[in-house]
C-alpha cells in the first residue's frame, strides 16, 4: 500500500511543535540565485521592441465649432431687443444657438453646458434672473466704479499735506 496521508486534524509534527522548523523567508544571496536560474531557464523575446505612441491633444478650438457659451447667450440677449427690458427666455437662448451656430439643443450635454454658464454667468455677476433662477435672463447692469474700486494714482501726494 502506499503511505498513509496526514489528517488535517492530526497534531503537528514535533519539530514544527518544538520551533526547530526554518522561517519561509529566504535570505537575499538565496533569492538571487534561484531568480538568476529561473531567468536563464524562462524562454524570452529580447527582440521585441516596444512603440511609443504621442497622443495628439486636441485643441478647444478644434473640437468646438462654436463660440464660448456665455458669448452666445450674451448675443442671444443682445439680438432681442424688445426683450432687453424684462429679460429672454431660456428657450429663447436655445432657438438662437439651434438656429446660428446649427447645435443640437435637444442633447444632455449641450443643456447641461447652457445651464452651467448661465449660472456661472449669475455668480460673477455677468447675467441678472430678475425673476428667480429659472425665469428669464438679462444682462448685468454696467456698475459705475465707485471709489473703493479705484485705486490712488499717487499715493504720495496724501503725504505732501
Not at 521585441?48 to 505612441?53: E, V
Not at 429659472?134 to 435672463?137: A, R, W
Not at 448685468?140 to 456698475?143: C, D, G, H, T
Given at each position: 500500500?502506499s503511505?498513509?496521508?496526514?489528517?488535517?486534524?492530526?497534531?503537528p509534527?514535533?519539530e514544527v511543535?518544538?520551533?526547530?522548523?526554518?522561517s519561509?523567508?529566504?535570505?537575499?544571496s538565496s533569492?538571487?540565485?534561484?531568480?538568476?536560474?529561473?531567468k536563464?531557464?524562462?524562454?524570452r523575446?529580447?527582440t521585441?521592441?516596444?512603440?511609443?505612441?504621442t497622443?495628439?491633444?486636441?485643441?478647444?478650438?478644434a473640437?468646438?465649432?462654436?463660440p464660448?457659451?456665455?458669448d452666445?447667450?450674451?448675443e442671444?440677449?443682445?439680438?432681442?431687443?424688445e426683450?432687453?427690458?424684462?429679460?429672454?427666455?431660456?428657450?429663447a437662448?436655445?432657438?438662437y444657438?439651434?438656429e446660428?451656430?446649427k447645435?443640437d439643443?435637444?442633447?444632455?450635454?449641450n443643456?447641461?453646458?447652457?445651464?452651467?454658464?448661465l449660472t456661472r454667468?449669475?455668480?460673477?455677476?455677468?447675467?441678472?434672473f430678475?425673476?428667480g433662477p429659472?425665469?428669464?435672463?438679462k444682462l448685468?447692469?454696467?456698475?459705475p466704479?465707485t471709489?473703493?474700486?479705484?485705486?490712488?494714482?499717487?499715493?504720495?501726494?496724501?503725504?505732501s499735506h
Open positions: 500500500m503511505s498513509p496521508l496526514p489528517s488535517p486534524f492530526a497534531s509534527a514535533p511543535a518544538a520551533g526547530t522548523k526554518k519561509p523567508v529566504r535570505s537575499k533569492r538571487g540565485a534561484k531568480s538568476a536560474a529561473t536563464k531557464s524562462s524562454p523575446k529580447s521585441t521592441t516596444k512603440k511609443t505612441t497622443k495628439k491633444v486636441a485643441s478647444k478650438s473640437a468646438v465649432d462654436h464660448s457659451w456665455k452666445i447667450i450674451k442671444a440677449i443682445t439680438q432681442h431687443r426683450d432687453a427690458r424684462s429679460g429672454i427666455s431660456r428657450s437662448i436655445k432657438k444657438a439651434e446660428k451656430y447645435l439643443m435637444s442633447s444632455a450635454s443643456l447641461h453646458q447652457l445651464n452651467l454658464a454667468g449669475a455668480e460673477k455677476e455677468t447675467f441678472v430678475p425673476k429659472s425665469g428669464k435672463v448685468a447692469p454696467k456698475r466704479r471709489p473703493a474700486d479705484a485705486k490712488e494714482v499717487y499715493p504720495y501726494c496724501a503725504l
